[in-house]
């Protein structure tokens, strides 16, 4: 398009001193436009436990007395480092671990659930047991936790509750959803375009696609030219009948100008700066119960700066919704001696994630905290054999377990349960039915907190409300 005269003029008005004012103005100013209907104060958070996690040392625990090989005794399970392991009785089998039940906890959980055991953490904590995922193959087991839905033909044929959550609450975020190798879906009808998710390998990977050399144009043109291109916008929106297309443009013009050129947002992406925010140190520095011993991760880095990039996403009003997966939980073999650590550092990040949002102010409603508005629910692809194989190791299984803290939902409870063998899950009345509680159900009671219609993008699930507040 050719610019008018005044077109011009606009920007060679804005190319003077107009540029440097623009480029001081209050950040993300426009971004707090929030477009009808779409307002929203709270953020969510949806961690994916890859590759299946072992529920019996954390969240659904049993004593392995009956077993193909041997008990989850000591000598199958590395306890050094388990904050909560605790030697149960000796029996001919071995000696197992009890179970892990605090002083007002209404929940049964085992060593591997590390700080999550505290107060004021687990008086937080839902416990969905005995969801039937009637499957052990990872790419659908992930993709039905996420959705609802399994694969068909070996694809995703509906959307994923990050992407869900985005399009009904997050259109007007310059992140609707932030996804870090987490199964995020766009597919499906009733979706806003805004909404498809960015998916990236590593935060880190963002900071350097935000990068911009001066060497051909510096910042004061870029500015300048995008102010000319927000005008004109705004000129097309009025004469359009269509004008949401627009509106659309407008809104990334506006955001485009504030990604470049901000510290602040470029050090959200850096793990490093991340890293050494002092007021994240919970989320990275988990002290042993009792002790000012710092524990040592054992997953790679990356899973403890997504949840850190999440906090600062959300203080800065940037994002709406935070998704990432973990390192691998798929211990077939021996390294089974390891998966108990695992869990507790992923209960461990959960733990911190509480800490810090609790300290955190709410860029919008004053006098309110993170905590109040942030939302976490974790899955897995399925659960792994209450029997350790003779690799020591422990396979795939087709039940599982989700941890939601939310506000919304009730804490210090554990809904759904598995047989006393743990082999399968128990019927309940869910909508109406007696049946087994499925991956669905999770995610439409979870869309149902939030005024969201579960109807708008899911075919299956059944609101149960008996895990609301």
């Known amino acids: 398009m050719t610019p008018t005269d005044s077109g011009r003029r606009r920007f060679l008005k804005v190319l003077g001193a107009g540029a440097a004012a623009g480029a001081t103005s209050p950040m993300f100013e426009a971004l707090g436009q929030m477009m009808p209907g779409m307002a929203s104060t709270e953020f969510f958070i949806f961690v994916h436990a890859a590759g299946a996690w072992d529920i019996t040392v954390g969240t659904d625990p049993r004593n392995q007395f009956v077993s193909i090989t041997e008990p989850a005794t000591r000598d199958t399970i590395e306890t050094a480092g388990l904050f909560q392991w605790r030697n149960g009785p000796v029996q001919p089998g071995g000696t197992s671990f009890r179970f892990v039940q605090p002083t007002g906890s209404n929940i049964r959980f085992g060593p591997g659930i590390g700080l999550m055991a505290e107060a004021q953490r687990f008086e937080r904590m839902l416990v969905i047991n005995g969801i039937a995922m009637n499957t052990v193959s990872h790419p659908d087991g992930t993709t039905y936790s996420s959705t609802g839905r399994r694969l068909a033909g070996g694809k995703p044929v509906a959307p994923s509750i990050d992407t869900m959550l985005a399009s009904e ?6 992140f609707p959803t932030l996804s870090v190798r987490y199964p995020s879906y766009y597919t499906g009808p009733n979706l806003s375009s805004r909404a498809l998710p960015l998916r990236v390998d590593a935060i880190g990977a963002v900071a350097r696609s935000l990068a911009r050399s001066n060497r051909a144009v510096d910042r004061q043109t870029r500015t ?17 009948h269509f004008p949401q297309v627009y509106q659309g443009i407008e809104q990334q013009l506006e955001s485009l100008e504030r990604i470049h050129g901000n510290p602040e947002l470029t050090n959200l992406f850096s793990t490093a700066a991340l890293a050494a925010k002092p007021e994240l140190a919970p989320i990275y520095r988990p002290m042993e119960p009792g002790t000012t011993t710092v524990m040592p991760y054992v997953f790679e880095n990356n899973v403890i700066h997504n949840a850190a990039f999440a906090v ?10 935070v998704s990432f997966s973990t390192t691998s939980f798929d211990t077939h073999f021996s390294n089974y001696a390891d998966h108990p650590l695992h869990m507790q550092e992923l209960f461990n990040m959960l733990a911190g994630l509480i800490d810090v949002l609790g300290a955190t102010n709410h860029p919008t409603v004053a006098g309110h905290k993170l905590l109040e508005h942030t939302h976490i629910l974790v899955t897995s692809d399925f659960c792994r054999t209450p029997q350790i194989n003779v690799s020591g190791g422990r396979d795939h299984y087709p039940s599982n377990s989700a941890v939601i803290i939310s506000p919304r939902f009730r804490g210090n409870m554990v809904f759904g349960a598995t047989d006393p063998n743990q082999l399968l899950s128990t019927r309940r009345m869910i909508g109406g039915e007696l ?18 219609d579960p109807r708008r993008f899911m075919r299956d699930g059944a609101v149960m409300r008996e895990i609301r507040r």
């Open 435 to 452: 049946r087994a509680i499925t991956p669905a159900d999770v995610l439409a009671t979870f869309l149902d907190a939030f005024g969201v």
């Open 312 to 321: 600062e996403a959300f203080r800065l009003n940037l994002a709406r919704c």
């Open 169 to 174: 609450l997050g259109t007007s975020q310059l």
């Open 224 to 240: 300048a030219v995008n102010e000319l291109l927000r005008e004109e916008t705004r000129e097309l929106i009025d004469r359009s």
